[in-house]
């Protein structure tokens, strides 16, 4: 998925500044697609320039001038364009999978390390599915089919969050035993 769509996606229902869609990757968005305030600045001013946002500056009293972006006709026919095309299957790039063909060099007390850091991160991770779900999606049974759609995106990422989770706890248990 491009950085692109997802700006694209969170500028469809309502225009933004870089800090509102900032703000809706980290409560809304964080299930589906991670971005840096650097990247999405930087893709906002590119979009605006390839004429698929308008950008409207708004001079504030003591601070910079806010930049409030609308998606443009262009932005809507590029989103639809891409809503329309297939994904296809995307591959699993997880650097760690390739610690796990040189088993044996990996020191044990980094291997364990690296998986108890990531368990942590898996774990902050629940926790801000928990907190969306609870604030967004308290009550499925009462929302409407598009409003379904996001709860499924979330319930989909508790899942995989979970099978890492139980087998990072697997790995970890198999390597105790075995250096035991």
């Known amino acids: 998925m491009s950085l692109r769509a997802v700006l694209l996606i969170t500028l469809q229902r309502e225009p933004g500044t870089g800090y509102d869609v900032l703000q809706r990757f980290r409560t ?3 299930h589906v697609w991670q ?3 650097q990247q999405i600045y930087r893709e906002l ?4 320039r390839e004429r698929l946002l308008s ?6 009293y003591d601070k910079p001038d806010r930049k409030v972006y609308h998606i443009t006709s262009e932005g809507i026919a590029f989103l639809e364009s891409w809503l329309a095309s297939p994904l296809g299957a995307q591959p699993v ?9 040189v088993w044996e060099r990996w020191p044990a007390d980094a ?4 998986l108890a850091s990531l368990r942590n991160t898996l774990e902050e991770r629940m926790d801000s599915y928990q907190a969306i779900e609870s604030a967004w999606f308290s009550s499925p049974d009462s929302l409407l089919p598009h409003e379904r759609a996001p709860w499924h995106t979330l319930r989909l990422g508790k899942r995989l969050t ?6 990072i706890d697997e790995v970890l248990e198999e390597d105790r035993e075995a250096i035991s």
Not at 55 to 60: G, I, L, P, R, Y
Not at 111 to 114: D, I, K, N, Q, V
Not at 162 to 167: N, Y
């Open 28 to 30: 809304g968005l964080a």
């Open 35 to 37: 971005a840096s305030h």
């Open 45 to 48: 001013d590119k979009m605006h």
């Open 55 to 60: 950008c409207q500056t708004v001079a504030q």
């Open 93 to 101: 790039r997880t650097p760690l999978f390739a610690k796990f063909f």
């Open 111 to 114: 291997r364990h390390a690296e």
């Open 162 to 167: 979970q099978t890492w989770l139980a087998w």
